[in-house]
């Protein structure tokens, strides 16, 4: 009944859309516009020699940011016609430092030569990268920030962090809960193809788990709570491969402070106890895991996206010999694709992927929140959430919440509503239907559903504007409410 | 309970949905107005020529760059339907026109590439090099063959000023979706975006400025 009736508020969503999306397309082009073609570059113009390069308006970014940017030295012979100078305005617009850059050439000292000047005006490169809130039947409420200035102090080094603090749980024996997270990175060291960051995280963790009831019911009489504390940094050093391709190897270390309760058992609706393995050593122990990232990220707009692929490969490891406590490793994957197949109708295909083998501590395993996001998420890897997700094809997939393997695969439409040139900038319609599952290794002492399978659901509104991008979905809003 | 909460969210949800999106025809920004214009048609050897132009393409702000020194291009893409089935064109053409000043000879070197072949004129007035970069003379843009006497045709055109590559584009807004030291696949932070991102964000356009413009309909007569 329930599941019905979430599926009709979709259809009706649906249906909404459709008739937006109606009165929308009165201006239309033709649909067949689809050759777009391109001619080969080939240089031309008369041949320069670059004298010098002068640098104007930069009041607080370092001007060897701007220079390190610039695909043209002092010295070089060209053509004034080559892609270089073509290229020069985004390539300093890339650096995300400037609201506009603009850039001339004037006569230099002897014929031939020219002097280039790069006009830049900055912009405030404060971003705020996420919002951490809601309140759950387990927690009353939690808040957070996240944020980062992408140029602190000009030197072009991107300092950020965050904070969660969520109120004192309603399981038994449940506390405050609080996490905090420092990152510093520099994308390009000296101007080369090499990027580093650093980050330190501590949280204070009130971590539920189930000790009573059905497994659909998120009641927080039916948890109880342990506190456990993480302590530790993580650091990278990224090497740019190509423009829109980085690899980063990555080490972590943390010390973990676990008060596990004696032998915690869950009471099954039959009378049972079975024994619950929290997936943490009791007291001290560490983590230290070494670990790959790969990302390839080729849309033209990553936030209304129409056209591109975005990848995400990470793969990490723990094991005693670097100081591990626990012998772990995990692969975490995700492929993305956009394609439009008319005007201002945008498809994709959404994969995610993710396993993890050994003894890895708790919050290492999948979350059911990491891949279902009409669930509660880990806010900054804190637990706030008890309810399970919908069991909409009735396959027990509320039963698992934390596991070993995971995958969503997911549809999605959008519907381009606008494109203005201040203000909002853009929106989309979207909707998205997808399958995914969440399965575990291990025995949890009740049974449990082999490959669980059940649907994601979700529809929204997503918004580019001058002041940042805004996201408005069902499966949010699903996320934050006492369900 | 639960399914009564879920229902209260999607309603929320709903509410929330149609209070903030925004109309859609008020909001169409002028990069997506179609254009219509009275072009020149006519039959030269075996081929449909057009003359048309295009200077609007040329604000204040783009005329003054073209002196900058750095090279400017303007990109036509022209797409001849029939007007009975204009789901897919009958023909397609790309004309690319670009210029650069020469700082020390003080002349404009305008390069035009399409379906004439290659051209290269200098030329010192910038007002001459501007209607070089504007104009179509009798260009070219189907076969007689794939137009038949009798239905109406039209032609729609594309025209974009420093059209950026979307490579380029990619690279601009990277920053977007990278913030600083995070891994995005880290399993302690959300696997998927956020809800909200807050920051100065200029627009970056595919191009500094694009027209779309379609023809008046037009028909092959018999001789």
Redesign the interface.
Known sequence: MGAARLVAAAIATCAALHLVGGAGTAAAQPAGEVPVGELPRDPFGPLIVIEAIEVVGNTWTAEQHIRRALPVRPGQTLRAGDDRLRAARFKVLALGYFRDVDLRMRKGSTRGHVILTVRVVERGTVVLNRLFFGNTLVTPWWAGLDLTERNFFGTGVGVGGAFVVAGKGEAAGAGDQHAYQLRIEDSTLFGSALGAHVSGYYADASEPYRVAGLTDDGAAANFAAFDYRRAGGRAGLTLNLAPLSRLTALARFERVYADLPEAPTRTLSDGRSVPIDLLLDDGDSRVATVGMLFERDTRPDPILPFAGDHTLVLAEGGASPIGSSYDFATLLVRHERWWTVGPGHVVSLHMTGGAVVGDAPLFEHLHVGDINRMVSPRALGLVVSTTPPFDLLGTGSDEITYGELAGLVEGQYAYRLFRSKRGVYGGDLFVGAGLWSLTTTRDLGVDTPSFPVDLLLDAGLRLDTEIGIFELSLANALGRVPL | M??G??????A???L??AA???R??A????????VIKRMGFAERGRNLALTTSFTEIFDREAFEKIS????T?VVV?L?L?RKAR????VS?V?V?L?V??????EVY?V?S?GPLGQK?VRTRSRAEAVRALSELDQMPIASLDDIPIGPHHFV?M?VEL?P?S?????????????????????????????????????????ADRTL?I?SQPFYRAPR
Do not use: H
């Open positions: 639960r399914w909460a879920t229902a209260c969210a999607a929320l949800w709903l929330g949905l903030l999106a925004p859609p025809a909001a169409q920004g002028a990069g997506n107005d179609i900058s020194g750095f090279p291009t893409r797409y339907y204009a789901d897919a064109p397609f790309l690319q670009e650069v000043y020469d700082l020390w000879d070197v390069r590439r290269q729609a594309v420093n950026v979307e490579e380029l584009l990619a690279e601009m807004r990277r920053w977007l979706s990278r913030p600083a030291g995070e891994t995005s696949l880290d399993s302690s932070s959300s696997f998927f975006g956020s809800f909200v991102s807050v920051f100065v964000n200029p627009k970056l356009e595919q779309r379609r």
